[in-house]
């Protein structure tokens, strides 16, 4: 049942997904592509199980190459975003 | 079990926030809003996850993320914004290699059939997203050549490569033990990384972008099901979906499959010349000046020549005193302008032009007869008529700005070298045409200079 389950939510968010990204215009597509990149750095749950196993095995240490890799794309991709965001005004403000 | 039950609820609360932040990106006065919503749904996320009860031992963690934060800190703070596409490349591959090392580690906890065949594809994704966005990351910082890498067998070789790593899927999945198979999965999946990208042209890259931050996505997503989490999977499909939506508007602005752009290199189908009647009429810069001093109506359609040449902020000065001499100044904007999706606008954006000053193409081509003067910065493929008029010509078809409709054309261009994509441009050689060659930001400031 637990597959069934999970490809339930994949199914609803790819769908979800389609319909939040349609309407986006074309101004705000390198920061969208940033953010939803950012996004993608959620593998870093992932990551963490492994990395605070504690059994020091090979996982452990694969683990903790995968948080930093991961926080990479999270803390650059959030950070660079919002500086590309910063940036964007309308006219007259 | 309570205390799980309630971590659980409170991914449930981080995948509604991811969720109103995308839906906020979507505006230009929210996105930066949403964005930071998007962040605090990431955080909770990741406090959910040291509390996990499996967490016992959170040297290697606090070690990585200080290592992951310091290098994307800086990353983020330092890049210039006209190196944005080579930085999200590479961000890119570091999600999907995290990806692909966590489907990698949970195979030792992990072995019953639907895990396995997940792990291999987070995995296959993760190691696809890796190397391919290593790969672009050359070519769009032109550590490498961005001309598409062809030779014969190709198709041959690829094909093998794919049938091996299935093979090789195969073969874990039925004795996950062996980690050979591991292994060859692993390097099989980089090694296709490198084979998918490397036909691609740079003028493609924004749909090799696009697809990459998809696949960044769907590596996680996969990893979300070999390791049994929700947000992953929410999370993880949300951004595949996403990235899948800008690689299809990429391929649309192109008039090209996806498949077209995987795997038929530009360059190949260029081979054949096409004869161009007319001349090439070379302006300079006092008499371009004369033109716009007299023009009221301004169009500017920039490309990457522009991010080359950093010549935003030029053109925003010209901008501004075209204004002050009572003319209106619009952009046109081409969807694959420059190397990745929105590129222009990122660069304008930085040189603070209101984005409500960005008009797309669908908008400003019905305006394009009441133009007096269309400028075209360091532009070539997107502006081609030979889309519209030459049925023989590879981009036949693809939509374009069509500036050679407006009163007179200023086209600036370092020399006569052809585009990206070495097409031939007749645009060069319309009456309304003049050529202003140079670099980019030398001639713009030269105009500047006119006026001022």
Known sequence: MEIVYLTFILMLAIFLGFELINKVPATLHTPLMSGANAISGITVVGAIASAGSGSGDAANILGAIAVALATINVVGGYWVTDRMLAMFKKKGS | MTLDLALNMIYVVSAGLFIYGLKLLGSPATARRGNAISAVAMLIAIIVALLDQSVVDYRWIIGGVIIGTIIGGLAARLIAMTSMPEMVALFNGSGGTASLL??????????????????????????????????????????????????????????????????????????????????????LSVLFGVMAVIPIGGADMPVVISLLNSYSGLA????????????????????????????????????????????????????????????????????????????????????????????????????????????????????????????????????????????????????????????????????????????????????????????????LKRSMASGFAGIENPLFYKDNTRMLFGDAKESISGLVREFG
């Open chain 2, 102 to 187: 966590v489907g990698w580690a949970a195979l030792s906890t992990h072995n019953d059939t639907f895990s396995v065949v997940t792990i291999f594809l987070s995995i296959l994704i993760g190691g696809v997203t890796c190397s391919g966005s290593l790969i672009a990351y050359l070519k769009l910082s032109e550590k490498m050549s961005g001309k598409p890498i062809i030779f014969s067998g190709q198709r041959i070789v690829n094909s093998i490569l794919v049938l091996a790593i299935l093979v090789c899927g195969v073969m874990l999945t039925i004795d996950p033990s062996n980690l050979n198979y591991l292994y060859a999965v692993i390097a």
């Open chain 2, 220 to 411: 996680a997503c996969a990893a979300g099901f070999a390791v049994n989490n929700n947000i992953l999977i929410v999370a993880g499909s949300l951004v595949g979906a996403s990235g899948m939506i800008l690689t299809n508007i990429m391929c649309k602005a192109m008039n090209r499959s996806l498949v077209n752009v995987l795997f038929s290199g530009f360059g190949a189908v260029s081979t054949e010349t096409t004869k161009v009647e007319g001349e090439i009429k070379p302006i300079s810069v006092e008499d371009a000046f004369y033109i716009l001093e007299a023009a009221t109506n301004v169009v500017i359609v920039p490309g990457y020549g522009m991010a080359v040449a950093q010549a935003q902020h030029a053109v925003k000065e010209l901008q501004l005193l075209l204004e002050k001499n009572d003319a209106e100044v619009n952009y046109g904007i081409h969807p694959v302008a420059g190397r990745m999706p929105g590129h222009m606008n990122v660069l304008l954006a930085e040189a603070d032009v209101p984005y409500d000053q960005l008009i797309e193409m669908e908008e400003i081509n019905p305006r394009m007869d009441s133009v007096d003067v269309a400028i075209v910065i360091g532009a070539n493929d997107v502006v081609n008529p030979a889309a519209r008029e030459v049925e023989s010509s590879p981009i036949y078809g693809m939509p374009v700005i069509n500036v050679d409709q407006a009163r007179t054309v200023f086209v």
